[in-house]
């Protein structure tokens, strides 16, 4: 079987983010970069099936910048065999040409399954995968949080307001994993030294997305107050809640 | 023109986050000229969605049954065409998840994911949060597109009246993904993101057991549970009940922080409630910087204390 994990870097989730002066842009020059956390669980879960089954091949398919390389090293660290970079001249910040790149690449090198992340936690659309899978015309299912995959078909369970459902969908098929599917492992050493001998194929894409709009920092909330200290302070506060606040 | 509602639907009834989506288009409405229909993915009669701003309802029985990501978008599409809808809107939700990526994709449109904010004073504008909310995107939206709108953030008024229900005859496809079992009862537990109030623990908390106080006040207030990134990777919550970063974006009327810090990652996730409530023994904790009213104290004392107070 065939995997490919689609995975980008983001924004380490301790930056401060800072805006560029033009406004326009996100200030990427002090940023350090991480693999985005929901890929790690696609990445592990792939992994989790190679070390079940030595025939399953697990190839990292990222589209960004050059600099992408480091972070995309990293996955391979994890454990993945091979990696492709479909370069662009800057990382993009719109689904549709991401996905658009994604799909072209899996229609000219199929995949049994394709893993991903369920969003990226720099622009937040959460909507690639889906869009991938419609794209190439498969089965998806979004934000999985538990994953069993046969020859023929895969079986998840996603949650959903109030509950959590469970998907039954033939391969070749699209899953974007959430937290809690597992438990993403470290690279050990010699996955870190391994990593720098795998292929990472390159392969140069035009695509560029447009503006993103204006940016700005979220309104800031007025100084917080303390109300007192300890149980005495719950009377102040309860009243303040009733009839300051208003909303008890 | 039209805006075209994907109304979502649990046990028969549209969830209060669709009643938004009719709130937020009839805002637009009067800027951009347009009507605002309502469709709802199942058979049924939803007439009343017109005293929620819809200007017409269409069901889809062929939506009736086992839901299928790929084939239920490939009949919205149908709809879309059939409809118009030069701006498609979602509440953002698991259902929206699966159907929304699918559309943009299949009709080629853009989509822009969990907007907070409409403006159509010139033009229309939707503000999104990116990076959990650090920063504000202000996108000017070229028609047509798919937009979801996060829930809570968008008034729902019901003051109009009932408007005609017409059932759309399309039929639905091959079925590639099907969803088999729904393995808790919806509607049973509050879900985080349509709760008004949240009573939410941390690290501070001490173990599972330690939630037991917090419970106890959300069921006294009819609020939900959220959890911190350390109470929950350290097993005493299930991620469903994630704020932050990597969990859920909350914007809850009130929002009880009870032995949380207040890092950057979970201030991402709930800074944007409108009222927040801070009880941590450690004066110098971040948390104190954001809440409207902090109590600087040990929650296992300030919690009851508090639910006395409310009682």
């Not at chain 2, 911190?228 to 809850?252: F, I, L, M």
Request: aromatic fraction near 4%.
């Amino acid at each position: 079987m065939r995997i490919v994990v689609c995975m980008k870097r983001v924004p380490d989730t301790e930056s401060v983010i800072r805006i560029a002066p033009d406004g326009g842009a996100v200030d990427t020059a002090d940023l350090n970069y991480i693999i985005n956390p929901y890929d790690e669980y696609a990445i592990e879960a792939a992994l989790q099936m190679k070390d079940a089954d030595d025939s399953v091949q697990v190839l990292l398919l990222t589209v960004g910048e050059s600099a992408a390389e480091s972070t995309i090293r990293k996955g391979l660290a994890m454990g993945a065999d091979e990696a492709v970079l479909l370069q662009v001249p800057k990382d993009l910040s719109d689904p549709l040409g991401t996905a658009r790149l994604l799909a072209e690449w899996l229609k000219a090198n199929p995949a049994d399954l394709v893993l991903a992340g369920k969003q990226g936690v720099d622009f937040d659309h959460g909507a690639v995968p889906g869009m991938v899978a419609e794209l190439l015309g498969w089965a998806g299912a979004s934000s999985v949080c538990a994953l069993a995959c046969e020859a023929s078909h895969a079986t998840v369970e996603r949650e959903v307001e109030g509950g959590r459902e469970r998907v039954r969908l033939p391969l070749p098929c699209v899953i974007s994993a959430d937290k809690g599917l597992n438990e993403p492992r470290y690279a050990s050493l010699k996955g870190i030294m391994g990593a720098k001998k795998k292929p990472l194929a390159v392969v140069d894409c035009a695509a560029q997305s447009g503006a993103l709009g204006s940016l700005e920092a979220p309104p800031a909330r007025p100084a917080g107050r303390v109300v007192g200290q300890g149980a005495a302070a719950a009377t102040e506060l309860a009243r303040l809640l009733k009839e300051e606040a208003r909303v008890l | 023109m039209t805006i075209l509602c994907i109304v979502d639907v649990a046990e028969g009834r549209e969830r209060p986050a669709s009643r938004e989506l009719l709130g937020a288009a009839r805002q637009l409405k009067g800027a951009l000229g347009c009507q605002v229909l309502a469709l709802v993915p199942a058979s049924g009669d939803f007439a009343h969605l017109g005293a929620w701003g819809a200007d017409a309802v269409h069901t889809l029985p062929a939506l009736d049954g086992a839901f299928s990501s790929d084939a239920s978008a490939a009949v919205l599409a149908q709809a879309v065409e059939t409809l118009g809808g030069d701006l498609v809107l979602f509440s953002a939700g698991a259902r929206a998840r699966e159907l929304a990526p699918r559309l943009a994709a299949r009709l080629g449109r853009p989509l822009l994911g969990e907007c907070t904010q409409l403006d159509a004073t010139s033009g229309l504008v939707a503000t999104r949060p990116i990076f959990a909310g650090k920063v504000l995107v202000k996108a000017p939206v070229a028609l047509p597109a798919i937009l979801t709108l996060r829930p809570k953030l968008f008034p729902a008024l019901e003051d109009g009246f009932a408007v005609a229900s017409q059932s759309l005859a399309l039929s639905q496809g091959e079925m590639k993904a099907v969803v088999t079992e729904l393995l808790a009862a919806a509607g049973g537990k509050l879900d985080l993101s349509e709760a008004d109030i949240i009573v939410s623990g941390g690290r501070g908390v001490g173990g599972p057991e330690g939630f037991a106080p917090l419970e106890s006040l959300a069921t006294q207030l009819g609020a939900a549970v959220g959890a911190s990134r350390a109470a929950v990777d350290a097993g005493w919550r299930p991620h469903s009940q994630q704020v932050g970063q990597t969990g859920k974006v909350v914007n809850p009327t009130l929002y009880i922080a009870c032995g949380i810090s207040g890092a950057i990652q979970h201030l991402a996730g709930m800074k944007n409630s409108r009222y927040i409530v801070a009880i941590n023994k450690d004066p110098e904790a971040p948390i104190f910087k954001v809440a409207d009213y902090g109590i600087v104290g040990d929650l296992f004392e300030v919690v009851p204390a508090l639910a006395a107070a409310l009682a």
